[in-house]
């Protein structure tokens, strides 16, 4: 069964959302059969990234606040990180536009590592205070992962994947998801937000059952027979 989400790079709650739907999966009985599936949304497009605007006050000028109840929010979501496990510096964090991050995830996931990069991505920005709109800060953390130095920068200096977020962006608009993260599972049962981990929990069971019954396994009789290893 597959598990859509859609998620950005700046969104705190996508990371704890992440954290949440992880502790989920690990108890269920079917975990190795869900496929995870990362996909884009940006929060803001427009937004020019500026390593020199502490983020506190990007946050209060883009929403209205005072300084100091941008700071209040953020302590906050601090502490909901803290609660999944995760270290939110906010007074480290780079204003930092997220397509180039999306097409980054977006070569990982060509390889079978999408996880891996949004979890690099989310403790590069909320953890580590690294530039993610940064060509070399994604090239050390593709690297990191197993990514071909060469390739992510022949990537990311050309508009390869480019299309692909946009697609993601499109298909979140046709969903009707208005915020992330939204996890979708099976195309039949949408989860808005970093729910509490049994909300999670009931909803994969739910929706695995589903799968399950619609997707049965089949009855094999086993025979003399030859596989792809030459053994027979």
């Known amino acids: ?30 975990k190795d059969e869900i496929e995870i599936e990362w996909k884009s949304f940006q929060l803001n497009p427009d937004m020019v990234t500026d390593p020199s605007i502490n983020i506190d006050q990007y946050l209060a000028d883009k929403k209205g ?8 929010m953020n302590a906050h979501v601090t502490g909901m990180a803290a609660e999944a496990g995760l270290t939110y510096n906010f007074d480290k964090a780079v204003v930092a536009n ?3 991050a999306h097409r980054f995830t977006h070569l990982a996931k ?7 990069a949004e979890e690099q991505l989310f403790k590069a920005y909320f953890t580590d205070g690294r530039n993610t709109d940064d060509i070399n800060t994604l090239i050390e953390l593709g690297t990191a992962i197993g990514l ?3 390739e992510i920068k022949q ?5 390869a994947f480019a299309e692909e977020v946009r697609f993601d962006v499109y298909e979140s608009q046709q969903l009707g998801i208005r915020g992330v993260p939204f996890f ?21 069971e739910k929706a695995f059952t589903e799968w399950q019954q619609a997707n049965p396994k089949l009855d094999v009789i086993q025979g003399e027979s030859c596989g792809p290893d030459g053994n027979c």
């Open 1 to 30: 069964m597959k598990v859509e989400i859609w998620s950005d790079v700046m969104c705190p709650f996508c990371y704890i959302g992440k954290r949440r739907f992880e502790a989920a999966l690990e108890k269920s009985a079917h």
């Open 65 to 72: 606040w005072s300084l100091e109840q941008a700071k209040e």
């Open 155 to 159: 990537t990311l200096e050309s508009d």
């Open 98 to 100: 997220s397509f180039k």
């Open 110 to 116: 060509k390889h079978g590592l999408g996880d891996a």
């Open 184 to 204: 979708v599972l099976d195309r039949k049962y949408g989860v808005s937000g970093a729910q509490a981990v049994p909300v999670f929990e009931e909803t994969i």
């Open 148 to 150: 071909d130095s060469s």
